[in-house]
């Protein structure tokens, strides 16, 4: 039985060991500033075992950072992520971004002081579109599925149908909705969603949230379709009648940012991503 256990140590992070009592892995690695802490976290729970693998999502630093930490901490651990994720860690611009958004959360957190590993950020295994990673008796499908990054992966576990999602689907919000999350391409959201339908999924792992299970499996993946189409209907036709920007956003954060969203989700964080989101359906259905 694969045992899924929170590992988050704040807040807006996402940290979850899958483990099977045989093969451990992590399942995003949330932030720098709370990697330390992540690390021995994990530490105090395997104990003597080893963590097998990291499987990274995609290259946002809410997700990736932690990942130095931990691998400093378990060196024989592999580090799993996209090849275009793999390209990002490389590059200079985007760790400095990276370095950026982590030192202003961590700052707004309290934590003004902390040791940074970003330069030690790596992937051991860059994976590819229905590539499968023996872990133990586990085994998992990885899917690109794009929509919130290029470089979005979800992991199936084969024997278990347990989905390991990526924010492509949408960010569950802990009551009755799908938060869509589409920062290059709602139409490879709507691709990656009817890609996950196909699935025989029995659990989901939300990013950010965690287990999704029984009668709501299939709710989530109606919803996340359902709340991604609907908000696309909700900004091409406010653009075509002339509504503002600021005003779509104001409907986009009336209907989605409250509960356990608001609780998670900075408020600068959600104010950029839904303007760049507004920005990129204009363009996707203007070329139509």
């Known amino acids: 039985?694969?045992?899924?256990?929170?590992?988050?140590?704040?807040?807006?992070?996402?940290?979850?060991?899958?483990?099977?009592?045989?093969?451990?892995?992590?399942?995003?690695?949330?932030?720098?500033?709370?990697?330390?802490?992540?690390?021995?976290?994990?530490?105090?729970?395997l104990g003597s075992r080893k963590l097998d693998y990291i499987f990274l999502t995609h290259s946002h630093y809410d997700h990736v950072y932690g990942s130095a930490y931990v691998a400093q901490a378990f060196p024989e651990v592999q580090v799993c992520a996209g090849e275009y994720a793999a390209k990002i860690f490389t590059k200079p611009g985007a760790k400095a971004t990276m370095r950026e958004l982590d030192t202003k959360m961590a700052r707004s957190c309290g934590a003004l002081s902390y040791c940074d590993l970003l330069d030690k950020l790596r992937v051991d295994i860059p994976l590819q579109d229905g590539q499968v990673i023996d872990a133990g008796e586990m085994s998992?499908?990885?899917?690109?599925?794009?929509?919130?990054?290029?470089?979005?992966?979800?992991?199936?576990?084969?024997?278990?149908?347990?989905?390991?999602?990526?924010?492509?689907?949408?960010?569950?919000?802990?009551?009755?909705d799908v938060v869509p999350e589409c920062l290059v391409s709602s139409k490879m959201s709507l691709e990656s969603i009817e890609k996950m339908r196909k699935l025989p999924i029995t659990r989901i792992l939300s990013p950010h949230y965690g287990v999704i299970e029984g009668e709501k499996v299939g709710w989530f993946i109606s919803r996340a379709k359902e709340s991604l189409l609907s908000t696309v209907k909700m900004i091409t036709d406010g653009l075509k009648n002339g509504e503002s920007k600021e005003a779509l956003a104001q409907k986009y954060k009336d209907r989605f940012y409250h509960g356990y969203i608001k609780e998670v989700y900075p408020v600068d964080a959600m104010n950029l991503n839904t303007r760049i989101m507004i920005d990129l359906i204009e363009r996707e259905y203007s070329e139509a």
């Open 140 to 176: 998992f499908l990885c899917l690109n599925l794009m929509g919130h990054t290029k470089c979005s992966f979800s992991f199936f576990e084969q024997n278990s149908g347990l989905f390991l999602a990526c924010e492509s689907m949408g960010s569950y919000n802990g009551t009755d």
């Open 1 to 45: 039985m694969i045992q899924i256990t929170d590992m988050r140590v704040h807040p807006g992070d996402s940290a979850f060991l899958i483990d099977d009592g045989k093969t451990a892995l992590l399942y995003d690695s949330g932030f720098g500033f709370t990697g330390e802490k992540l690390a021995r976290k994990l530490r105090q729970h």
